[in-house]
């Protein structure tokens, strides 16, 4: 039986920002790089919290996440601009995009901005929210490592390929659809293995092609992609935007997490719509407070005894954990505290 230590999230925060800073990231960024990880353990999506401190660390230390690298701007044209992160770390990439995509929305109503040769990002719904919170709309796209074969096929050739819009509603209530092109984000699968667990029939495929529950094989073979050949389609689309069509790696040639023979190569896009440029906010937000309230009312099927919005149930997840701590398992602590240890620094749990 898993043993589970509930942990404030103000001490997971800075426990995350001592690691980074302990490695040459600047305070600004490591809180940036730490409000990413403490969220996703808030919000219930722990392959993507704090379990990837050890390997954020690893890449830095082994010269493959440069904390220094200059993110610079490298077009800024009306509507469009590209960021060149110079291999520096992927949320601090993606949330100077967020600022310059939200300033530029005010002027031009709907903007893009790519990302090129950057790291993994976090979760998505981090910056979405960042944008919903300025009363934007947000639409965030990342291809990642290959995970997901061509429908038919049996090597990935595609990553998970998160797909995030975010909603304004009220500041802390928007409406955020953040999710993985696969049936599940490899994390999971990778979270799977790291406790031993078998994983669910229908997510993965082994390196020959069948289904199958075992999380290594599935780690060596490829992932379910969501709606089958629909969802490989969808991951193909956001691998050329963030990768061919800004000049960052894509298909096989972005390196994943545990992937040490070179750096990720990761690409983003983030767009931000200003509702202003469309109809007046106000008007927005009566109607689509009127929207939410009609889906809530939708007669239910039997058993079912609430209808959810997308990221209902992460804000929900959220105010749990604010209140009652983020739950580790035995296996994250341990992964914890064995890195305060190798760097020399006090673990606070």
Known sequence: ???????????????????????????EEAKIIAENLT????????????????VYIRRVIKGLIDPLGPIETVKDQGSIAIIDAHNNFGQVAAMQAVLLAAKKARDYGAVTVGVRNSNHFGIAAHYAMKLTEQKLIGIILSNAPPAIAPWGGKIPMFGTNPVCVGFPVDKNESIILDMALSVVARGKIRLADLKGEKIPDGWAFDENGNPTNDPKAALMGSLAPVGGPKGYGLALAVDLFCGLLIGSSYGRDVKELNDFSGPSGTGFFIE?????HFRPYQEYKNLITDYIMNIKR?????????????????????????????????QTFLLLKNLAVELGISCPF
């Open 39 to 54: 969220l996703a353990n808030l919000r219930g999506i722990d392959s993507h919290g704090v379990v990837r401190l050890p």
């Open 298 to 330: 939708c007669p239910r099927r039997n058993g079912v005894k609430e209808i959810f919005l997308p990221g209902e149930m992460e804000l929900r997840e959220t105010e749990v954990r604010r209140r009652l701590g983020i739950p580790l398992d035995e």
């Open 272 to 276: 931000a719509i200003n509702i202003e």
């Open 1 to 27: 039986m898993q043993t589970i230590r509930r942990v404030k999230a103000e001490k997971v925060f800075k426990f995350s920002v001592s690691v980074f800073k302990h490695v040459g990231v600047g305070e």
